[in-house]
């Protein structure tokens, strides 16, 4: 879990265009709050906090009933990986943002967290 | 001996994930028109269920077998089979008490809904059942053991399946029997994987919808059988 507590909310448009995140479906026009890193989703329905960009390797369909429990802002599958085609088309279905990005978990939030400062 | 028709892993409408067809009197009548005649319920995390199945069950001429599918610490679904309704029960209420409880909208991830013996709505539990409850595979598998019951790991192939989500089959607690759902997910891992354990298979259908139950395993009981029987010829 990474918290700064000088971590500002950031606009999800900027860290899309600035860290070269690809937006799978969903809204960007949001402001991320925290960011939170976990793969086990039981882990994340127990400590993930509303308004957090979600960093993880995992890209089947449970990630979105997490999302959902949870009320993250954004889900991002690192690591290059690809979200199941399953995951993307209920994604839209239900609005969820989803995004991808090629750069490991802990490099991302240090991104994140870099732009969550400045 | 002869062999019956057993269709292990079916979803009632208390797992948020079944449609809202899926009451016990509905699953009875399929399994029974499909000439099923065992039937496991196995809802997340749950037996409330179980005492309505049992009764439907009988009525269409069919044998219970009590079910609940666990999700543990791991993230691992795990089906956990009972002789009785009761003790499933007082395993659920022990399984319950180490559930983390998160509210959730259940108007995108589906409804959780117990029913009567009529097949009526009669509850709606509001925390998600399918989150995972703090004991690993190890205590899940000691505690059922003790309950005399048996322990099948659900879709292992699949996500949140044992081998899926942990890449091995670990030594304890000694899995004898996997679960799995589609006959290329079978071929993968007898390819892929060295089973020193000697686990063997079943086929499951892990029905969350009434058209998707249908005969796809059988076990051998002699012409009477008790659920005892069943847990045995399982293993």
């Known amino acids: ?118 | 001996m002869a062999l019956v028709e057993i269709s292990l892993h079916n979803h009632t409408v208390l797992s948020p994930c079944a449609e809202l067809e899926m009451t016990p009197a509905n699953i009875m009548a399929r399994a029974a028109a499909e000439g099923i005649e065992i039937v496991g319920i196995t809802d997340h995390n749950s037996a409330a269920n179980l005492r309505a199945a049992e009764y439907q069950a009988e009525r269409f001429g069919l044998e219970l077998l009590p079910g609940i599918e666990i999700t543990s610490t791991e993230d691992i679904h795990l089906l956990a089979f009972f002789e009785t309704v009761e003790i499933a029960e007082s395993i659920a209420s022990r399984i319950g008490q180490k559930l983390f409880k998160r509210e959730y909208n259940p108007e995108r991830i589906g409804y959780q809904i117990v029913v009567n013996q009529d097949d009526e709505f009669s509850e709606v539990i509001d925390y998600f059942l399918p989150a995972a409850v703090s004991l690993g595979i190890n205590e899940i598998g000691s505690l059922v053991a003790k309950a005399g019951g048996i322990l099948i790991p659900a879709h292992v192939f699949r996500s949140q399946g044992l081998i899926k989500t942990l890449g091995f089959i670990p030594e304890k607690p000694g899995f004898k029997v996997l679960e799995y759902t589609l006959d290329e997910e079978l071929g993968q891992l007898k390819a892929k994987y060295n089973f020193k354990n000697r686990a063997s298979f079943i086929k499951s259908t892990d029905s969350h919808f009434i058209d998707s139950i249908k005969k796809v395993a059988r076990i051998e009981l002699p012409a009477k059988y008790s659920r005892k029987d069943i847990l045995g010829a399982l293993l």
Not at chain 1, 63 to 91: N, S
Request: charged content about 25%; overall charge negative.
């Open chain 1, 1 to 118: 879990m990474v918290k700064n507590s000088s971590f500002t909310e950031i606009d999800l448009n900027r860290a899309v265009e600035e860290l070269d995140l690809e937006l799978v479906t969903g809204d960007i026009n949001k402001k991320i709050e925290g960011i939170y890193i976990c793969d086990l989703l039981s882990n994340v329905i127990a400590s993930a906090s509303s308004g957090d960009i979600w960093l993880t390797v995992q890209g089947h369909l449970n990630i979105l009933a997490v999302a959902d429990l949870t009320d993250v802002a954004a889900v991002v599958v690192v690591e290059g990986i690809k979200p199941d085609q399953d995951t993307v088309e209920r994604a839209k279905d239900r609005g969820i943002t989803l995004l991808t990005s090629n750069k490991p978990a802990f490099e991302l939030a240090i991104d994140l967290s870099y732009l969550g400062r400045h």
